[in-house]
């Protein structure tokens, strides 16, 4: 049965419950005689957002009830369990299905089993802990945010790197000459070493455009101007600074490249990916 605005609260049809499914919370309410869940707690877990999410589901899978919460009385949405299960479908992430497992497996049968709700409810003190936590948390990710944003910046005041500084910050534990063996069988820069003039003593230069970037390698490296030498204007290959830095060391790595163990201040996802 779908709920409407009111304003009665969860406690009214069954106190609101806590549960944790990995370390995230999800909220439950038992509301005449069967569950729903706080569809924001679900999305949360699945990756989706919520008002996306819930505009997929049909009338009678979801609803608006009034509840008493930390920060005072709010409407929230929830799901009965035929909108969960649409929910987990609409998610691609692989934490769905052991999401869906937890709630078919552990959580669903306890209920049916007792015929209510067996998680005890949370007092005033766990409440006011919760809400310590996520403080914590969310303090802590703000300060990951800052970090990030002032490494961002300083990479970004400066040229970029040359191929060498990029190597040594980045994958000194690669041997320069693999390093440099990898961006040209990679497709990153151009090799045509060996193929250029040859010199007086019989040996061949590289080509002109040896070691610029590619066609693949321009969104990452450019040509870097340096001067006058010899009547022409030198070129070096640069690392572009910025988003780019920090994008070329996660193709990298995902090339199979082994980097430094440091911390460049870059998201852990974009870091492993």
């Keep these: 049965m779908s709920m409407v605005a009111s304003s009665s609260t969860a406690d009214e049809g069954g106190a609101l419950r806590v549960l944790a499914f990995e370390g995230a919370e999800v909220r439950m309410a038992a509301i005449e005689g069967q569950p729903w869940w706080v569809a924001s707690d679900v999305c949360s877990i ?5 008002s996306r999410a819930l505009a997929r589901l049909d009338p009678d899978e979801k609803g608006m009830r009034s509840t008493h919460t930390l920060g005072g009385q709010q409407m929230l949405a929830y799901v009965n369990e035929p909108g969960l299960y649409a929910l987990v479908l609409g998610s691609r992430k692989p ?3 052991a999401f869906k497992r937890w709630i078919t497996h552990e959580v669903l049968p306890a209920i049916r089993k007792t015929g209510s709700f067996t998680v005890k409810p949370m007092d005033e003190l766990e409440l006011a802990e919760r809400q310590v936590a996520l403080i914590r948390e969310k303090r802590a990710a ?4 800052e970090k990030a944003e002032a490494f961002q910046t300083a990479i970004e005041a400066g040229d970029g790197l040359t191929l060498r500084a990029f190597h040594k910050k980045y994958f000194s534990e690669v041997g320069e000459r693999a390093f440099m063996d990898h961006l040209y069988g990679r497709g990153y820069l151009i ?3 060996g193929k250029g003039a040859e010199r007086e003593d019989g040996t061949v230069r590289d080509g002109a455009q040896h070691r610029h970037p590619s066609s693949k390698g321009k969104p990452f490296f450019y040509l870097h101007g340096h001067g006058q030498y010899g009547g ?4 070096a290959t640069r690392v572009r600074p910025g988003t780019p830095e920090l994008d070329l060391k996660a193709a990298l790595i995902k090339d199979g ?16 990916a």
Aim: net charge negative; charged share 30%.
């Design 191 to 193: 090799d045509q070493r």
């Design 142 to 145: 703000l300060a990951r945010a």
């Design 257 to 272: 490249l082994a980097a430094n163990n440091n911390d460049t201040g870059r998201p852990l996802e974009i870091e492993a």
């Design 46 to 50: 699945l990756e989706l957002q919520t």
């Design 232 to 235: 022409k204007h030198g070129e």
């Design 95 to 97: 934490q769905a299905k």
